[in-house]
């Protein structure tokens, strides 16, 4: 559930002095001096509840061993929400649009993955524009007292269609009809569901 954005570096470039080159490892073997230097990440866990909460940040002690499937801690691999967790870039690479492009990428990802039905975060009021801006929605104070609380909860729904959904689709309707089902849905997210239902309910409308 992480994705990171990598440039090659190669030796005397500027990249050779980020912050992560030390641990870099060579893109390919045909240039083992080069390094793939990441320069922003997101790291994100599944987990059963609606909104990022203190157990989806939190983590068994013993996780490596083995974990009860009755411990909400952490990462739940049958929950239908993506906590995102983390988005950073490197200080020396901010205000150059890299957050705002690894963060578009994420979510398209997570839409043709089909892994879940929303996206969640939590964020300090400075941040709740940034991320509305990407079409997430403000659910108000956060629960979460992570770091000494303070946060809103940010879910984006409208633009990952849930797996049931896309299921009940593959059952109605042929494949051309999908694919215009499926982008009338997230380029609406105002009327979205009511119109999937709609055309699964009379699919010939999708021709008009």
């Known amino acids: 559930?992480?994705?990171?954005?990598?440039?090659?570096?190669?030796?005397?470039?500027?990249?050779?002095?980020?912050?992560?080159?030390?641990?870099?490892?060579?893109?390919?073997?045909?240039?083992?001096?080069?390094?793939?230097?990441?320069?922003?990440?997101?790291?994100?866990?599944?987990?059963?509840?609606?909104?990022?909460?203190?157990?989806?940040?939190?983590?068994?002690?013993?996780?490596?061993?083995?974990?009860?499937?009755?411990?909400?801690?952490?990462?739940?691999?049958?929950?239908?929400?993506?906590?995102?967790?983390?988005?950073?870039?490197l200080p020396a690479y901010q205000r150059m649009g890299l957050g705002r492009t690894v963060l578009k990428s994420y979510i398209q990802r997570m839409e043709t993955a089909g892994v879940a039905d929303r996206i969640a975060l939590i964020a300090h009021g400075h941040l709740v524009e940034y991320y509305e801006s990407f079409g997430f929605v403000n659910k108000g104070e956060s629960a979460a007292q992570f770091g000494g609380g303070g946060w809103n909860d940010m879910v984006d729904s409208a633009h990952v269609i849930p797996q049931s959904m896309i299921l009940t689709l593959l059952r109605s309707t042929n494949l051309p009809t999908l694919a215009l089902v499926v982008r009338a849905y997230l380029s609406d997210e105002n009327n979205a569901v009511s119109r999937v239902r709609s055309k699964v309910r009379c699919p010939q409308t999708l021709a008009g």
């Open 1 to 89: 559930m992480t994705l990171g954005l990598f440039a090659t570096a190669k030796p005397n470039s500027s990249l050779s002095s980020a912050a992560t080159a030390a641990t870099a490892h060579p893109p390919d073997s045909a240039n083992p001096d080069n390094k793939g230097v990441l320069l922003a990440h997101i790291v994100s866990t599944k987990c059963d509840s609606v909104v990022v909460t203190d157990d989806s940040m939190d983590f068994p002690p013993d996780w490596r061993q083995s974990v009860s499937e009755h411990d909400r801690r952490g990462h739940q691999e049958k929950g239908r929400t993506i906590a995102l967790h983390s988005l950073g870039v």
